[in-house]
C-alpha cells in the first residue's frame, strides 16, 4: 500500500470562505504507511503488551491516527464502526499517561453504556503495557453512589457516556483539572441523540491545553462546528475504505398492515438465522414483537431505552452468548453493540433514512462472511423505501410477500442457557473460578460450558441447554472460590 496523505486542516478566522469550505484553510500532510505496530513510535511495553493481545498489522486509522496523537495533535478522524479506531486512540492515551499520577488525565465520551464497556474493556487490555493503571466507567442507568466512591479513590482514564459525565462534574465529584486528552468517539451519534450542549459543557470545563480527538462516521455541518469551536489546528485522518464490499443478500417485501409480526416469523423460518436483529421504529413495537414471537415458540428480547440497565445488560449477554436467538431492539439501542457475527437482520419497518439503513443492513455480512438483510413494508412506507434506493443508487429487489407468508412457522431453538451468578469482579470472582466450580465438583464437560461474562456485582455463565438443570444444581450447592453465591436460571 502507497503512503497516504492526510489533511491538516484548521479553522481560518482571518477569511470568510476556502477551498476547503466556510472558513476552513487545509494542505496536505503526509504519513508514511505502516505495516507493522514495531515501525509506530510505542514504548517497548506498549511493543510486547500488543503481540500478546494479537495485534500485528495496524489498521489505517491506527497507522494514521496513532503517531499523531502520541506527538499531542489534535484529530478529527473519519472511520467506520469496526475500523480498530478504540485502539487509535486507546494506544495514545495509554502512552501518554504518568501512571504515579493517580489523577483523570483521559476521558473518552460515548454515545452508549454499550460502547462504553467495549472501549473501557479495551483499555484495560491496552493499558497492561504500564502498571497500577485505573480506568473507570461511568454511566447513567445505575446508581450514581457507587461511581462517586469509586472517584474518590482516583482513576487514570475514565470513559463514559454525556449525561453521567455532566452529572459528575455538577456534583463536583469527577475533577478535570489535571485531563490532558479528551476523546469523543462516535461523536456523530451523540449529537444526533441530542447531547451537543451536555458535550459543550463538558469541553469548557476541560483545561484549554488538552488535546482533543474526534472520532466520526460522517461529516456533518455540526461535526464541523464543533472542531472549529473545540480543536486546535486539527489534524484530519480520512480512511478511505478499500475491503471488498460485503457479501449481503438484500430483499424487501410489501406487506399489509399490521401483518409485521406474521412477516417476521416467516422470515425467521425461512432462513433460521442461529441470530438475527430485528431493528423496530419506537419501544412499544420492540415489546409488542418480542411478546408475540415468545407466545409463538421464538426466542426473542426486546432492548430499548427505558429498560432498566441491568436488564439491557441481561438482554446482551443472553444474545451474545446464544440462549437467545432474535433480539428486537430501537436503532439507539442498537448503537455500540460488539457483535461480530450475525447472518439476518430484519427491518420490522423501513428506516426513516438511508444511513440509518445502511447502518443497519451493515450489522451482517462482516469478517468476509455472508449474510442476509429484509426489509419489510407496508404501502404507506413504500416511498421511503424507494428515496432510500435513489439515495444509495442500488436496484431493489423485492420478494415475494405471498411465497414467503406461506412458509410454515418453524422456531429455531436456542442451545444455550444463562446462569446468572450473584458475584463479580467486586467479589474478585474471576471466569476460571467459575469453570472450575462447573467442570471440577459439578462435573460438567469442558466442552458444555459457554460465554462467561464478568460485571461488577454479578457474573453470567452459558451452558448447554441440555445441562442448565445439573450447573445450576452445581453451583448452589457448591462453592466458588470457596464461597456462597446465589445463582439463578434466566
Not at 467506520?80 to 487509535?88: D, M, N, R
Not at 409488542?288 to 438482554?315: C, K, P
Not at 446482551?316 to 432474535?326: D, Y
Request: net charge neutral; with cysteine.
Amino acid at each position: 500500500m502507497k503512503d497516504d496523505p492526510v489533511v491538516y486542516a484548521y479553522w481560518n478566522h482571518s477569511r470568510k470562505h476556502s477551498a476547503w469550505g466556510s472558513d476552513w484553510k487545509a494542505f496536505v500532510y503526509w504519513i508514511p504507511y505502516m505495516s507493522s505496530f514495531n515501525e509506530l513510535p510505542l514504548s517497548r511495553s506498549m511493543q510486547s503488551n500488543l503481540s500478546q493481545l494479537g495485534y500485528s498489522e495496524p489498521t489505517q486509522v491506527q497507522a494514521k491516527t496513532i503517531p499523531l496523537a502520541i506527538k499531542g495533535k489534535d484529530v478529527i478522524a473519519m472511520a467506520k464502526t469496526g475500523s480498530g479506531k478504540t485502539a487509535a486512540f486507546g494506544i495514545g492515551l495509554v502512552e501518554g499517561l504518568n501512571a504515579r499520577h493517580f489523577a483523570c488525565q483521559g476521558l473518552v465520551l460515548c454515545p452508549t453504556r454499550e460502547l462504553a464497556d467495549q472501549v473501557a474493556k479495551s483499555l484495560r487490555q491496552l493499558a497492561r503495557a504500564k502498571q497500577n493503571v485505573k480506568v473507570l466507567t461511568l454511566c447513567g442507568g445505575v446508581a450514581i453512589g457507587p461511581q462517586i466512591g469509586s472517584l474518590s479513590h482516583g482513576a487514570h482514564l475514565i470513559v463514559g457516556t454525556p449525561g453521567r459525565i455532566q452529572d459528575h462534574l455538577r456534583k463536583g465529584t469527577l475533577n478535570l483539572d489535571h485531563l490532558r486528552t479528551v476523546v469523543l468517539d462516535e461523536a456523530d451519534r451523540m449529537l444526533d441523540m441530542g447531547f451537543r450542549e451536555v458535550i459543550t459543557d463538558i469541553l469548557e470545563q476541560a483545561p484549554a491545553s488538552r488535546q482533543t480527538l474526534m472520532f466520526s462516521a460522517t461529516w456533518p455541518d455540526a461535526i464541523r462546528q464543533m472542531s472549529s469551536n473545540y480543536q486546535r489546528e486539527p489534524v484530519d485522518v480520512r480512511v478511505v475504505d478499500q475491503e471488498e464490499a460485503p457479501d449481503i443478500d438484500e430483499q424487501f417485501y410489501r406487506i399489509a398492515p399490521g401483518e409485521q409480526g406474521n412477516a417476521l416469523m416467516a422470515v425467521l423460518s425461512r432462513w433460521q438465522p442461529s441470530s438475527c436483529i430485528a431493528f423496530c421504529t419506537t419501544k412499544q413495537q420492540c415489546d409488542d414483537i418480542a411478546e408475540e414471537l415468545n407466545s409463538n415458540g421464538f426466542s426473542a428480547l426486546a432492548i430499548h431505552g427505558d429498560l432498566e440497565q441491568r436488564d439491557r445488560d441481561e438482554a446482551l449477554v443472553r444474545f451474545a452468548n446464544g440462549s437467545v436467538n432474535i433480539l428486537v431492539a430501537t436503532d439507539v439501542a442498537a448503537r455500540g453493540l460488539d457483535i461480530k457475527a450475525l447472518p439476518l437482520v430484519v427491518n420490522v419497518e423501513p428506516a426513516r433514512d438511508s444511513e440509518v439503513h445502511t447502518h443497519r443492513v451493515g450489522r451482517t455480512g462482516r469478517a468476509g462472511e455472508s449474510g442476509h438483510a429484509v426489509t419489510l413494508c407496508t404501502p404507506p412506507q413504500e416511498h421511503r423505501v424507494e428515496r432510500m434506493g435513489h439515495e444509495r443508487e442500488m436496484a431493489l429487489t423485492w420478494g415475494d410477500t405471498e411465497r414467503l407468508l406461506a412458509v410454515s412457522r418453524v422456531p429455531v431453538a436456542s442451545s444455550m442457557s444463562t446462569l446468572c451468578i450473584a458475584g463479580g469482579r467486586k467479589d474478585k470472582v474471576r471466569p476460571g473460578d467459575i469453570l472450575g466450580a462447573l467442570t471440577g465438583e459439578g462435573g460438567l464437560p469442558g466442552a458444555a460450558i459457554g460465554k462467561i461474562d464478568l460485571f461488577d456485582f454479578q457474573s453470567f455463565v452459558a451452558v448447554e441447554q441440555r445441562l442448565a438443570r445439573k450447573a445450576l444444581w452445581a453451583l448452589e450447592n457448591g462453592k466458588i472460590k470457596g464461597r456462597r453465591f446465589r445463582v439463578r436460571l434466566v
